[in-house]
């Protein structure tokens, strides 16, 4: 696991780095998202961009249709400047034909908190420690008070924990969708934890939010 410094900032579902067929295989927790199921790959990293809480876009540019436009074309960046400015437009006045599809799926990738998936993280990978510690007791320590060892604790402990460790390790990995890395390779300048905060806060009322109402 990276850990965190001041040099590093965290993204949720980055799809930096992920060719659009395998990026749902890279971050499985979005197959249990139902507004993300009618989306295809480059839909979804279109919306990823358009909408996510750590997506650059979304603090930088505030205008909603000249931020789908943006995130149009670093979907499809053969596209001209005039064609993605179109279907930024039919997007934010609602006349693409799967216009409520986009819409819904813009609103939840709105609510994905990055403070709970960053402490999600964080609370498995303790989890997992925690384990590591009680597989280390030595066999002493389960000792009872008249002197013999309770061989059922010493068992019961490892299978428990091995009956666990499946999940956890599938947890560990996919890392809740979050992802360190640079913040100069990632968006030149990092994300301003006042304003993700005020995000989750604030919803709707904060300029820049995906309502296309």
């Known amino acids: 696991m990276i850990e ?21 295989r890279e971050y499985p927790d979005l197959l249990a998202i139902r507004e993300f199921e009618p989306l295809n790959d480059y839909e979804l990293i279109m919306i990823w961009h358009y909408a996510n809480p750590t997506s650059p876009l979304v603090y930088s540019i505030r205008d909603k249709e000249k931020r789908m436009a943006q995130a149009y074309r670093l979907t499809n960046p053969e596209v001209t400047e005039e064609k993605s400015a179109a279907f930024a ?12 599809i986009l819409r819904d799926a813009a609103e939840r990738m709105s609510r994905i908190s990055p403070d709970v998936r960053r402490q999600a993280d964080k609370m498995v990978n303790r989890i997992l420690s925690d384990y590591m510690g009680l597989l280390d007791r030595d066999l002493d320590e389960f000792v009872k008070g008249d002197g013999d060892t309770d061989f059922t604790a010493y068992t019961m402990t490892r299978q428990r924990i091995v009956a666990h460790l499946d999940l956890l390790i599938q947890k560990v990995e996919t890392g809740f969708g979050t992802k360190k890395a640079s913040e100069k390779k990632l968006v030149g300048e990092k994300i301003p934890e006042k304003y993700l905060k005020q995000k989750a806060n604030a919803g709707n009322s904060l300029p820049g939010n995906v309502s296309t109402e």
């Open 4 to 24: 965190e410094n001041d040099d590093m900032c965290v993204s949720i579902f980055s799809p930096e780095g992920i060719t659009p067929m395998l990026y749902r």
């Open 89 to 100: 437009y039919e997007f934010v006045n609602g006349s693409l034909v799967n216009a409520e």
